[in-house]
């Protein structure tokens, strides 16, 4: 019985020292290539801004500069992942091998 309290005790502290538990964690969702052509743009741009907020607060991001990261994320969700989708949904393709979807030009480049 011991045993058993212990155990349960311990995994406990180690979900509550989950990284999952962060909103940061959580919110990185949002750059999941197959997320990004399934789930709702909507969904998807609120999730980005919160990840941008967190960014900012942790001097990642210029202040100046989260209006802008947020327009090119919702631009490549508007143009590059539509035109795009077959790629974003087959699993084969791991995140960093996505660099090869771009933007015909512009800015676009800039967010892979």
Not at 23 to 46: D, R, V, Y
Not at 76 to 87: G, M, T, Y
Request: glycine share 4%.
């Amino acid at each position: 019985m011991e045993c058993r309290s212990f155990i349960q005790a311990v995994l406990s502290k180690l979900q509550e020292k989950s990284p999952l538990k962060y909103t940061f964690a959580q919110k990185l969702s949002c750059l999941n290539p197959k997320g990004m052509a399934t789930e709702s743009s909507e969904g998807n741009i609120t999730a980005f801004r919160a990840l941008v907020r967190h960014l900012n607060e942790a001097y990642r991001v210029a202040e100046g500069d989260t209006d802008s990261v947020i327009s090119l994320y919702k631009k490549f969700l508007e143009e590059v992942i539509p035109q795009n989708k077959s790629q974003f949904l087959d699993n084969s393709h791991m995140v960093d091998q996505l660099h090869r979807v771009r933007g015909k030009n512009g800015p676009l480049n800039k967010m892979l």
